[in-house]
């Protein structure tokens, strides 16, 4: 969501929970002109491999560029552009029919809750594709809905009928479709037996450590072991046991108090809870969000849910295990010895960077399902000389109850060990190629300004360098001996966004940045095959000022080796782009368009006076080849 028009996530809950000044603007102003110096060193080394340490051969820096095409310039257009060569097509959009008996999606009405439950979601974010037992399955987050368009026919653009409050919330979820290539061109499979709507009224399990716990426990839920639905999925995930993971980001929003003085607790305070929630209106359908009533519904979301797409009777699983917070996505690695690292960022200004490391390790037979049940979750600590540290959360680091508590309050127990407050830590990535994790920092006006929700500190300094930084940056760190599992690591940065057209100081961006490349806040992330890794932005498109010349969000293929970055698309107007994936042959790209005109300025993809609606695009070449 961007924060042009309506307020974005952030400043939603900053409004509502507002966060003391800082005080010691001296010192913010010190540290960060030292960063400068640092900054100017750093980049000044030319060679980003070199900076942290890479551990690719020399040969391999050297080799030739990997990109299979030429970098595009911006565009303010209400469509997509790609390189010469490629070819775009739009695939699935919100609201098209997953079975033949539901009707087309009607411009007019925009559908109704009944529609909607059996139609594509609305706002395509992370997404996966799996090939099983000769089917294609398409698996996306559908993260939220732009309510001014949802409603768009209604006076004011609100909710009239407790229908359309309803429609809203079967917006939401998780879209599971199979998909195939007919005629050259990809399809959905209307009444596949796969297709399947995940929504906030589908029922999950609550499994690892808080499961059972007494703050689970709901009037609806005594054991405190289910859980109904999930929403706000963002980023996602996969397994090597092949399930989905969809994470739960930005659930506080949706829960609401009929008295708008209720005080929340500070536990709820610290996840953006409070009396209002950002216009939804779920609780007057479903008195679960009702946060007065029912305080303990939201500490049963903000998790990551697993998802076996192979089974459309199987109920999804929330793993405590993995932390409660804002999750952005779950990046899963294979380590050397087996055992299952999963990375994790809290898209929240001056919230952490997290990982979890499975007891058991992955093997044939065995029980995967205790796999994201039982480990260690640790927080990121970055220190000034490129080195850095995982802190175990446990309840002897954190001085909390019990890990069941820690699962719960995370952001409370990496608080107390000290984590480092990043810049909104948004998709990890995990180089299939390298021990080396990427982990996309989007911006943080708040940085050296205002301390974060638990009242933590924000120093411009480590990886965090730029007070005020409207830009965003990607970090990068290469575990000790290459082992995913140990608790030291090596880090450095791999792109400063920036805007050199404007800026000559760091807010110009690192030298891998210039005027043919600019882009801001980047958000996706995600490797292909080929060890090239996928930039997707969720910034300012103004298009002025700092952003002048950056156009509508993008999509960029950065070389970690050389630190080269191209732009390869620019979307539509007022869209962000999220969410990659291929085909199994590697010869189509699945890219997702998020919220084209949340300001009322696009009719993408249909034109003329259509309603814009988030898609799903199909890229291929026109030579047929692959595309990663
Ligand atoms: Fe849903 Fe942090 O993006
Ligand atoms: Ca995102
Ligand atoms: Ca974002």
């Known amino acids: 969501m961007n924060d042009e028009r309506t307020l974005s996530f952030d400043e939603f809950d900053e409004i509502v929970n507002p966060r003391p000044e800082e005080c010691e603007f001296d010192r913010v102003v010190d540290r960060a002109l030292s960063r400068r110096g640092f900054i100017g060193g750093v980049l000044a080394m030319g060679s980003f491999a070199a900076v942290g340490g890479s551990i690719l051969p020399t040969g391999a820096r050297a080799a030739a560029n990997r990109f299979a095409f030429d970098s595009i310039p911006t565009s303010t257009a209400d469509d997509v552009m790609v390189p010469a060569g490629y070819k775009v097509e739009v695939m699935v959009r919100w609201g098209d029919p997953l079975w033949s008996d539901v009707p087309e999606f009607d411009h007019t009405t925009r559908g109704s809750a009944a529609s909607q439950k059996r139609a594509f979601g609305d706002n395509t974010d992370g997404q996966d594709v799996f090939y099983h037992d000769g089917h294609t399955l398409l698996v996306v987050n559908n993260e939220y809905t732009n309510r001014d368009i949802l409603w768009g026919n209604n006076p004011d653009a609100k909710a009239v009928s407790d229908d359309d409050v309803a429609k809203g919330m079967m917006a939401h979820g998780v879209s599971i479709v199979e998909i195939a290539n007919t005629d050259g061109k990809w399809r959905i499979v209307k009444d596949s037996p796969y297709n399947r709507r995940i929504t906030p009224q589908t029922d999950m399990s609550l499994t690892g450590p808080a499961a059972g716990h007494d703050l689970l426990k709901t009037a609806a839920d005594p054991t ?348 539509p107007k007022e869209c962000e782009i999220t969410g990659l994936s291929w085909s199994p042959d590697r010869r189509t790209m699945f890219v997702g368009i998020q919220h084209p005109g949340e300001d009322g300025n696009s009719h993408w993809p249909e034109g003329g006076d259509a309603v814009p609606r988030s898609a799903i695009i199909a890229i291929t070449r026109e030579d047929g080849g692959l595309v990663g």
């Open 224 to 571: 405190g072991t289910t859980s109904k639905g999930t929403w706000n999925n963002c980023g996602n995930g996969i397994t090597p046991w092949g399930t989905y993971l969809a994470c739960e980001e930005n659930f506080n929003g949706y829960y609401s108090a009929e008295d708008e003085n209720h005080e929340v607790s500070p536990e709820l305070k610290r996840y953006g809870i409070s009396a209002s929630d950002w216009g939804y209106d779920w609780a007057r359908i479903d008195e679960r969000f009702d946060v007065a009533k029912n305080p303990n519904e939201s500490n049963r979301n903000g998790y990551v849910v697993e998802i076996d797409p192979t089974d459309p009777t199987s109920t999804p699983r929330k793993l405590t295990a993995l932390g409660r917070f804002k999750h952005e996505n779950a990046e899963t690695v294979v380590n050397n010895d087996g055992r299952i690292v999963v990375y994790m960022g809290d898209d929240e200004r001056g919230e952490f960077l997290y990982r979890f490391v499975s007891d058991g390790v992955y093997a044939a037979g065995v029980d995967t399902n205790a796999l994201l049940e039982n480990g260690t979750l640790s927080v990121a600590k970055f220190n000034e000389d490129g080195t850095g540290e995982w802190l175990a959360l446990t309840p002897e680091t954190t001085g909390l109850a019990s890990q069941a508590e820690i699962s719960i309050h995370t952001r409370q127990a990496a608080s107390v060990v000290g984590a480092t407050t990043m810049d909104r830590p948004e998709w990890v990535a995990a180089n299939p190629s390298a021990p080396e994790v990427y982990c996309c920092l989007t911006n943080n006006k708040n940085r050296g300004v205002k301390p974060n929700a638990g009242g933590d500190e924000t120093p411009a300094a480590g990886p965090n360098p730029r007070q005020a930084n409207n830009y965003g940056q990607i970090v990068r760190w290469h575990p000790d001996g290459g082992d995913h599992t140990a608790a030291g690591f090596g880090w450095d940065l791999y792109v400063l966004a920036g805007n050199p057209t404007v800026h000559q100081d760091v807010y110009a961006g690192s030298e891998n940045v210039n005027a043919d490349n600019m882009f801001n806040s980047p958000d996706g992330l995600k490797f292909d095959s080929n060890g090239l890794l996928w930039i997707q932005t969720d910034g300012k498109y103004s298009n002025e000022g700092d952003f002048a010349g950056q156009g509508n969000n993008q999509m960029l293929a950065g070389d970690p080796v050389t630190g080269e970055i191209r732009r390869f698309l620019v979307g």
